[in-house]
């Protein structure tokens, strides 16, 4: 029998329990919004609203109260600097808890603890905003007219500094050699026409009609 137990178990023991509501606690003052089950916001709950009180009271005692919690100086400096302070006219209701639909599976209800006072959030400027400030800040600037390369002034005009580099760069040219004229191309030898060789059969031919004619 569990008499006189308020507390729920959450399926931990004792130190398993603690750990994960402090933990809780720890993400709901440093994102501002959570979500997790309805039994694990009830007891989160609890302790983020003390913690909030703690900061509202601002001395040493409640900032090492709340380090004890926490265990961190960076989350301790920005409940009592910053969270603390927006709740300094408010008497209680510090978080709400509004539910969401249930989870898939074992059908837990899922809700989303979150604080009552968040910070104000910066307006976000559009890509479009950001292209006319950037196009208007070129235009009002004036353009630098940069001189050109070709251009070469006159030697009236011409600085000390610049002919004794025009000077050096004379002298460390060096003269081209003279191209020589090409030799006179040689006229290849033509080769003689060789007569193909007469055939042994042709020559018996001839032979043979001289004989013919002789008779």
Do not use: W
């Amino acid at each position: 029998m569990r008499h006189q137990k308020l507390n729920k178990t959450l399926g931990r023991n004792k130190s398993g329990r603690l750990a994960l509501v402090r933990d809780l606690a720890k993400a709901a003052l440093s994102y501002e919004s959570i979500t997790t089950t309805k039994a694990k916001a009830k007891q989160a709950k609890k302790l983020v609203e003390r913690l909030i009180s703690l900061g509202k009271e601002g001395s040493l005692k409640s900032r090492r109260f709340a380090y004890r919690e926490l265990c961190s100086h960076k989350l301790v400096s920005l409940l009592f600097n910053d969270i603390a302070k927006r709740f300094q006219n408010i008497n209680g209701g510090y978080t709400r808890i509004y539910s969401l639909l249930n989870r898939r599976g074992d059908g837990t209800q899922i809700v989303v603890l979150e604080l009552t006072q968040k910070r104000e959030a910066k307006a976000a400027r559009s890509k479009v905003e950001k292209k006319e400030e950037l196009k208007s800040s070129k235009e009002s600037k004036p353009r630098e007219e940069k001189p050109n390369k070709e251009e070469v002034l006159p030697p009236e005009e011409v600085r000390p500094q610049e002919k004794e580099k025009l000077d050096v760069a004379k002298i460390q040219e060096k003269p081209k050699p003279e191209e020589k004229s090409a030799p006179p191309l040689k006229e290849k030898p033509k080769h003689k026409e060789i007569k193909p060789p007469t055939k042994f059969l042709g020559g018996l031919r001839k032979f043979f009609k001289k004989e013919r004619d002789s008779l």
